[in-house]
C-alpha cells in the first residue's frame, strides 16, 4: 500500500537536508560591512529623498525647458537605482552575516530577480541621460540661435522616453540571467554563464555602449562647452550683456558639474565592470566592488546638492513649496523677481526707452523682463 503523503514529507525532509548539507556560508570583511549596512542604507535613504525633491520641483511649471526636463528624468533614474540598491545590498550583507540561511536571505533570492534588473535599466538609462544633458548644453552653448527649436521641453521628454525604451530593451537579457535552485536560493542561469553571451553581452557590449562611447561623448563636448562659456564669460564683460546670458552660463556650469560628477563617482564602478567582463586578475576585489558600489549612489544622492548651489529658481522653487511659501514673495524688493531683456538692437541703445515691469502684477509663470520701446 504506498503513501503518498509520507514520500511528500520524506522528500521535503531530504531536500531540506540537501539544502543543509549544500549551503556553503561566506564571510564579509569589516569594510563591506560598513559599507552595505552603514554608509549604502544612510546614502540611499537620504538620496531617496533629495531625488525625489528634485522631480517634484524640476516637474514644477515654473521649471519646464529642455533642461530641466532631463534633469527630471535624471533623478527619476537616480531615485530608482537608489530604491533598488536600498533593497539589494543590506539584505544580501545580512544574509551573508547569518550564513546564508533565514528570512533575510530568502527575501533577498527572491526580489533580487527583480531588484537586479531594474537597478540595470535605471543605470543605463542615467548614463545616457547624461549624455543627452550634455548634448543639449552643446547645442545652447555653441546654436543659441537655433536652441529654441532643437532645446524644447517636448523633444527633451521624446528623447528620455527613447532612452527608457532602449535601456529596457538592451538590459531585458538581465531578467534571464539570474534564478533560483531547488533550495530557493539566487544562482545564475545557463545563459548568464554562457561564453558568447559573457563575452558579446556583457564585455563588449557593457564596454562600448555604458562606458567608451557615452563617456568619449560626454568628455569631448564637455571641454567645448567650457571652452565656449569662457569665450562668452570674457565677450560678456567686453559688451556689458544682461542677466539672460547669465542666467544660461549658470545652467550650464550646473549642467557641466553634474556630468563631471558623474564621470568621477562613476569610474570606479566601470573599472570594476571592466575587469569582470574580461576576467581580468586584479587585486582588492572586496574593496573595490562595495566602494565602487557606495560611489555610485552617492553620486545619485549629491545631484541635489549640485542643483542647490548652481540653480538659483532650484533654490526658490524649494523654499517656496517646503520650507516657507512667502519668503520669496513678489512683494519682496529684490532683483531675484526681475528678468532683464536686452533689446533687440543693443546697438541703438540711444533711441531705447526702457520699462521696468514688476513680478507682482502678472502670474508667477508669465515672462517678465525689461522691454526695450523704440
Request: with cysteine.
Amino acid at each position: 500500500m504506498e503513501h503518498p503523503v509520507y514520500v511528500n514529507a520524506m522528500d521535503e525532509k531530504q531536500l531540506e537536508l540537501y539544502c543543509e548539507l549544500s549551503n556553503h556560508p561566506t564571510s564579509s570583511d569589516d569594510l563591506t560591512r560598513l559599507v552595505s549596512l552603514v554608509l549604502m542604507p544612510l546614502t540611499c535613504i537620504l538620496g531617496i529623498l533629495g531625488a525625489s525633491i528634485c522631480v517634484i520641483v524640476f516637474t514644477r511649471k515654473q521649471m519646464r525647458s529642455s533642461l530641466n526636463i532631463y534633469l527630471a528624468g535624471l533623478s527619476a533614474f537616480d531615485l530608482i537605482l537608489l530604491i533598488m540598491s536600498l533593497l539589494i545590498y543590506p539584505a544580501m550583507n545580512i544574509c551573508v552575516l547569518q550564513g546564508n540561511r533565514g528570512q533575510t536571505c530568502h527575501f533577498f533570492w527572491r526580489s533580487s530577480l527583480v531588484t537586479y534588473p531594474i537597478s540595470l535599466i535605471a543605470q543605463t538609462a542615467s548614463v545616457w541621460t547624461c549624455v543627452a544633458i550634455t548634448v543639449d548644453r552643446f547645442l545652447a552653448v555653441k546654436y543659441p540661435l537655433h536652441m529654441r527649436v532643437w532645446c524644447t521641453p517636448r523633444c527633451a521628454m521624446v528623447v528620455l522616453g527613447c532612452i527608457a525604451m532602449i535601456s529596457v530593451v538592451y538590459k531585458l537579457p538581465s531578467v534571464f540571467e539570474l534564478g533560483l535552485d531547488e533550495c530557493g536560493r539566487l544562482m545564475t542561469t545557463q545563459l548568464r554563464k554562457h561564453p558568447l553571451y559573457i563575452i558579446f553581452y556583457i564585455s563588449y557590449g557593457n564596454l562600448l555602449l555604458l562606458l567608451m562611447i557615452p563617456w568619449i561623448v560626454i568628455i569631448v563636448l564637455n571641454v567645448i562647452i567650457v571652452k565656449a562659456v569662457h569665450a562668452a564669460y570674457r565677450l560678456r564683460r567686453e559688451l556689458c550683456l544682461n542677466q539672460p546670458i547669465e542666467d544660461e552660463n549658470r545652467c550650464t556650469k550646473m549642467a557641466t558639474v553634474t556630468i563631471v560628477a558623474f564621470i568621477l563617482l562613476n569610474s570606479l564602478s566601470g573599472i570594476n565592470n571592466v575587469i569582470e567582463g574580461f576576467d581580468l586578475d586584479v587585486p582588492g576585489h572586496r574593496y573595490r566592488i562595495p566602494l565602487g558600489n557606495l560611489l555610485v549612489c552617492v553620486n545619485s544622492a549629491s545631484n541635489i546638492l549640485i542643483y542647490s548651489i548652481f540653480g538659483q529658481r532650484f533654490r526658490k522653487l524649494c523654499v517656496e513649496l517646503f520650507l516657507c511659501k512667502g519668503y520669496y514673495s513678489p512683494n519682496r524688493n529684490s532683483g531675484e523677481h526681475k528678468t532683464y531683456l536686452a533689446p533687440e538692437n543693443s546697438t541703438r541703445r540711444a533711441s531705447s526707452t526702457y520699462v521696468m515691469v514688476d513680478n507682482s502684477r502678472r502670474p508667477s509663470n508669465a515672462y517678465i523682463g525689461l522691454l526695450a520701446v523704440e
